[in-house]
């Protein structure tokens, strides 16, 4: 067993600097309300000072005493975490039940040169297993402590059979005492546990080790686990190709959302007679000057969701460290996730309409993880044709394969009734509003129609091995590389019409319902052929199209 450890020492920084971040606002609104109509003398600043200084000395105070008494151990088959001021917490991790341990890097850590490792466990809580302030080399060992667990692991579940196989001799006798037992991830025991110590241990007389510190303990616990495996660089994203990649990928939400905080934040610092006297302005401009607002507002919109891009992906590296994958990238807060290929849950390629005119696309990778974030970007910007070879790289077990299947021309009205539908409403909405000026909207019904066609034209499915890829687009185009043990369930529908006319509908329903792919309009033997793909067992053949069993209006597989 390892000697328990401390974190960084400039974890006593963090509830300062949390409070400040929080309070900025808020002093920055009480500055301007106290301000308005008084001078800097009449304010107290005695008081102000003290009462800076005193608050100050407490945090300072908490920090301490939270740095004090947060400490982890690695242990045989698990790391433990005790950590809480007034009341004491201990979590156990089994590394039977850890995805995988990532390293991120918020603003706060990466100004101070530190790191924030986070564990990844199924039905963990939130802030649970993460150590929030430890170096770089300390991070980097404690993911390769995970790997050699994880290797150790494998090494028994291969020792056992053999051993059971091998009969009650003193060979298999040594074959199963070779290594210690570890619980599997299936035992009662092997489960992320919280609760209080109810047990006085007397651990804070046992000589801990800091983990910016080089002593004989540390030293003793580096070299008790093998060298780190191979690692080498998949890809690095070079500055030009990530501007590219910022301009011809415009994400307005992002910016809007942006855009809507400052203005909310301007709205409690502005007085009210400002926003009067805009909005009488913006009541006499002309139409065709708010169109050019709308143009200038569209290129700021566009400049900034450039620039926020840029700053998420800075530094974008893809790495191999021994069997798993890691994803680093990010200028203000930078992270490090590690997957394994084998969690891959789908793949996605995603073809935005500029990037598509220059054969170039975007690929993200779903993973099995309890993290928030599961989707996680594997290239911001890659020639469509090197995506083959980049996925077999990477996840050799999904392949790049092209669409066989499309939605026949009888189809077409079922891609483009809804966006007609839709424009039409838009249109009616805006002549009723702007009267003359709103018949501008009605270009709204030419745009849609042509929308609805290349989105029949663009779609498409097909069934490789055990592999089935959709193809559809909403704006981009998207390609979905999906493996048939990963899939929940399937839904295939059809109304009486659609069903006379020989066409189905086909949704694939998988772990998480954010990469739920559907396909609509195809031909009903190619979608009675996915069904027996999906249906088919083991050493079992496809059955012709068309002989797929029942043709109910929906069918749930």
């Known amino acids: 067993m390892n000697e328990p450890t401390r974190l960084h020492r400039l974890f006593i920084l963090f509830p300062l600097a949390d409070s400040v971040k929080s309070l900025i606002p808020i002093a920055a609104l009480v500055s301007i309300k106290f301000l308005n109509g008084k001078s800097l003398r009449d304010i107290p600043w005695y008081w102000l000072s003290a009462a800076i200084v005193i608050l100050v000395s407490l945090l300072l105070l908490y920090g301490y005493l939270k740095w004090k008494r947060f400490v982890y151990t690695l242990e045989e088959d698990k790391i433990l975490i005790r950590r809480g001021v007034l009341f004491r917490e201990e979590l156990s991790i089994y590394t039977g039940r850890i995805h995988s341990m990532n390293m991120e890097q918020p603003l706060l850590q990466r100004l101070l040169g530190l790191t924030q490792v986070r564990i990844e466990t199924p039905g963990k809580k939130e802030g649970g297993g993460i150590l929030p302030a430890v170096t ?132 409690d610092l502005l007085p009210d007679r400002m926003y009067q006297s805009l909005f009488q302005s913006a009541g006499k401009l002309l139409p065709g000057s708010w169109i050019s607002i709308a143009a200038l507002a569209l290129i700021v919109s566009w400049l900034l969701s450039a620039v926020l891009y840029t700053i998420k992906y800075a530094g974008f590296t893809v790495e191999r460290f021994g069997k798993q994958i890691s994803v680093s990238c990010g200028l203000l807060e930078r992270k490090r996730l590690l997957f394994s290929p084998e969690r891959v849950l789908a793949i996605t390629v995603k073809e935005g309409v500029f990037r598509r005119w220059f054969g170039y696309a975007e690929v993200k990778v779903h993973v099995l993880t309890s993290e928030s974030e599961k989707h996680f970007m594997l290239h911001p910007l890659l020639k469509t044709g090197d995506i083959p070879a980049l996925l077999k790289r990477v996840t050799p077990q999904f392949s790049a394969q092209a669409i066989s299947a499309s939605p026949p021309p009888r189809s077409r009205w079922m891609y483009v009734r809804w966006k007609l539908a839709f424009a039409a409403a838009v249109s009616a909405a805006c002549i009723w509003y702007f009267d003359r000026l709103g018949l501008l909207s009605l270009l709204l019904l030419p745009l849609s129609f042509a ?101 109910s209006s929906i069918e749930r597989l």
């Open 451 to 551: 929308w609805g066609l290349l989105s029949h034209r663009d779609s498409g499915l097909n069934v490789t091995g055990k592999q089935l890829t959709i193809r559809s687009r909403f704006i981009a185009m998207s390609t979905r590389y999906i493996r048939r043990p990963q899939i929940i369930a399937m839904e295939v529908s059809g109304t009486r019409r659609q069903r006379r006319k020989g066409l189905l509908s086909l949704q694939v329903k998988m772990i998480f319902s954010e990469i739920n792919e559907s396909l609509s309009g195809m031909e009903q033997q190619e979608i009675e052929a996915v069904r027996a793909w999906f249906q088919q067992k083991k050493g079992e053949t496809i059955p012709p199209a068309g002989q797929g069993g029942p043709t």
């Open 136 to 267: 770089n080399s300390e991070g980097e060992r404690l993911q390769r402590w995970l790997r050699e667990q994880t290797q150790t692991r494998q090494a028994d579940r291969e020792v056992r059979p053999a051993a059971e196989n091998s009969g009650p001799s003193g060979q298999s006798l040594a074959a199963q005492t070779e290594r210690p037992s570890v619980p599997s991830p299936e035992t009662p025991e092997a489960h992320e546990s919280v609760h209080p110590l109810e047990h006085n241990r007397d651990y804070e007389n046992v000589p801990l080790m800091d983990s910016e510190s080089g002593a004989a303990g540390r030293e003793k616990a580096i070299h008790s686990i093998p060298a780190e495996e191979e690692r080498s660089t998949l890809l690095q994203l070079s500055s030009g190709r990530l501007l590219t990649a910022a301009l011809s990928s415009p994400n307005l939400s992002l910016a809007l959302a942006f855009v809507g905080g400052i203005v909310s934040f301007a709205d």
